[in-house]
């Protein structure tokens, strides 16, 4: 495979800017997959919160990362600050200024890695929607997004893709290509996953979710034909998202899209299969929501190394993926007593995490030694830093806005408490008969 | 306690930083972003250890 050039300051010609722009453009349809899978994964008293919630948080994202959130990223090639250590230059946030102010929005990769951020960053803002879903208000949603689009996400992303420090583990530190991820494995969607976690434990669970004994009650999803679409949706969004991410951030060439795309797919497909292998295996039938899953997490797998992956390791990476989600949701919700549910944390945090060490262990760089050492660093900032940045954030915001819904409004459910209708108001929905009590 | 694993997860953190930022030897590099890792697991093993202890007390 030919070795990348992780991009100083990235240069492309009119027809190369032109088909990235044509990828750009299709990455809404990730955040319309999500949204979809969220609202299907939720129950039907709640459906029309989530819907609202998923477009309320791609406003925000936009419009916060607009605002500050690039001014602390940048790009690769662009302003940023630096500190000296031990005599080598690190850098550890832009230094742009607010608002685009004096950034030409055209075919310039800076102005292409605004659009894509702006869409990507809302990505990452959906991931923890489902994790919070029936109990998290509405007013909360909104704030919490602008606080990861405006700080946690931006914050981690110039690190890796705006030229900072991880990306920079290469030339300093001669370990490999420095951090690689081209897609968003990490920054999209571990930074999104941990996030989710954190929501969950602010949260607390669902009221009946658990028994007194902990003893989880299964609260199914609502309509798995919704999760299944968003699926496909996904799966479009996501090609685009690989391909473009690898143009503007690993300066691999436009032909190589071809190859992205194929392992995208491979990578989700095996996922997918693995996981409807495995709980057809382990409860008598293939679970729809989790083989859903299990095509997401294939996807979130595939971002950091489709460009660099042969399609026999994308299989394998997706493989793993798939064997990945359903063994931690079940660990997640039976051992550690967290109600996710959609599943944010296994699939994007956990197969985001998977996604990065791939890199380490099965995709050809072609880079020097020491690129499984850049890709733990990378991993250890995620849970090291990330984790607790955006734990402690959402617990200060819920010190001062309570983000969890009132009794009430878990009762009546989210449609009715918070927007005064229900999603479905032609049919009946379902209280909590069915609960433990 | 789940303060104290917070603080381990970026303690664990700062280790992996400094490795990386101060030390020449590959070796050595290695070695200490390993024992970082190790530290975070533990701070977030804590973590959740403290929240199950305190869902359990919410409950």
Not at chain 1, 4 to 22: N, Q
Not at chain 1, 256 to 264: C, G, Y
Request: proline residues 4%; glycine residues 14%.
């Amino acid at each position: 495979m030919t070795p990348f050039v992780a991009p100083s300051l990235l240069t492309l010609s009119e027809v190369s800017a032109l088909f990235c722009l044509l990828l750009i453009l299709l990455v809404p349809f990730a955040g319309a997959g999500l949204a979809l899978i969220n609202s299907g994964l939720g129950r039907s008293r709640s459906a029309a919160h989530t819907m609202l919630a998923a477009l309320c948080v791609t406003a925000v994202a936009a419009v916060v990362y607009v605002g500050v959130g690039f001014a602390w990223q940048g790009a690769a090639g662009r302003p940023d600050r630096v500190l000296l250590v031990a005599g080598k230059a690190w850098g550890w946030i832009a230094a742009e200024p607010f608002f685009l102010r004096g950034l030409r929005l055209d075919l310039s990769p800076a102005a292409l890695v605004v659009l894509l951020q702006m869409f990507s960053v809302g990505l990452a803002g959906l991931i923890p929607l489902s994790s919070g879903a029936d109990r998290w208000r509405l007013g909360a949603i909104c704030a919490s997004t602008a606080l990861l689009a405006g700080w946690t996400y931006p914050l981690f992303a110039h690190w890796v893709w705006g030229g900072g420090w991880l990306a920079q583990l290469g030339a300093n530190c001669g370990l490999g290509r420095g951090f690689v991820d081209g897609g968003g494995s990490s920054t999209i969607q571990v930074v999104g996953g941990v996030t989710a976690l954190s929501i969950t434990w602010i949260l607390g669970p669902r009221r009946g979710k658990f028994s007194a004994e902990g003893m989880p009650a299964a609260l199914p999803g609502h309509n798995v034909v919704l999760v299944l679409l968003g699926c496909v949706f996904a799966w479009i969004g996501w090609t685009a998202l690989n391909s473009a991410g690898a143009m503007l951030f690993l300066g691999v060439e436009p032909g190589r899209v071809v190859l992205i795309a194929v392992n995208t797919t491979l990578c989700a497909a095996a996922s997918g299969l693995t996981a409807a292998v495995v709980t057809r295996v382990r409860f008598g039938r293939p679970d729809a929501s989790l083989s859903a899953n299990g095509w997401i997490a294939g996807l979130v797998a595939s971002s950091a190394a489709a460009a660099f992956l042969k399609p026999a390791a994308a299989m394998i990476v997706g493989g793993v993926a798939g064997i990945l989600v359903v063994s931690v949701a079940d660990f997640l919700e039976f051992r550690l007593a967290v109600d996710d549910p959609g599943g944010a944390v296994s699939v994007h945090a956990v197969g985001g995490l998977w996604g990065v060490l791939a890199v380490a262990l099965l995709a050809d760089t072609a880079g020097p030694g020491g690129q499984w050492l850049a890709q733990l660093v990378g991993i250890a900032t995620l849970l090291g830093f990330v984790l607790p940045l955006s734990y402690g954030l959402n617990w200060l915001l819920d010190r001062v806005y309570r983000q969890r819904v009132e009794r009430e409004g878990e009762l009546r459910g989210m449609d009715l408490f918070e927007l005064g209708a229900g999603a479905y108001p032609e049919f009946d929905i379902h209280g909590d008969e069915f609960l433990q009590r | 306690m789940k303060l104290a694993g917070l603080l381990l997860l970026v303690a664990g953190w700062a280790i992996v930083v400094a490795a990386v930022a101060l030390l020449p030897s590959a070796g050595a590099r290695a070695a200490f972003v390993l024992a970082g890792i190790a530290v975070e697991l533990f701070g977030l093993a804590l973590a959740v250890r403290a929240h199950l202890v305190l869902q359990a007390e919410g409950e």
